[in-house]
């Protein structure tokens, strides 16, 4: 499974991005893809993930009710939108995909494959 992540960059406090991750290789469809960010110096943060299969979605406190996760079968990408930006959101954002149960959805260890990250900066 390959994992391409776009659209990080710079907006004001309250305003809004979309973050996409593209997927290729064969079986993702099988798999949950997630997003994490993590700080210089930080530990990795989950932010939401989504079932391919089926589409359930699941966020962290922190996002709950300003980010959402969602994918496009005919696209292969799995977008997040996040509104209400905060001045803390800023940080790198990676998808990852992985099959992890439902009680170990947030823990990137259960990520196999990783895409690159993408750098959102909100300013205040």
């Known amino acids: 499974v390959q994992l391409q992540a776009s659209g990080g960059g710079s907006a004001q406090a309250g305003g809004s991005l979309r973050l996409s991750c593209v997927a290729s290789?064969?079986?993702?469809?099988?798999?949950?893809i997630g997003w994490f960010r993590q700080a210089p110096g930080k530990e990795r943060e989950f932010v939401a993930a989504i079932r391919w299969s089926g589409g359930s979605t699941y966020y962290a406190d922190s996002v709950k009710g300003r980010f959402t996760i969602s994918r496009d079968n005919d696209k292969n990408t799995v977008y997040l939108q996040m509104n209400t930006l905060k001045p803390e959101d800023t940080t790198v954002y990676y998808c990852?995909?992985?099959?992890?149960?439902?009680?170990?959805?947030?823990?990137?260890?259960?990520?196999?494959?990783w895409g690159q990250g993408t750098l959102v900066t909100v300013s205040s």
């Open positions: 290789g064969g079986t993702f469809r099988q798999y949950t």
């Open positions: 990852a995909a992985g099959r992890p149960i439902l009680s170990a959805i947030a823990r990137g260890e259960m990520y196999a494959y």
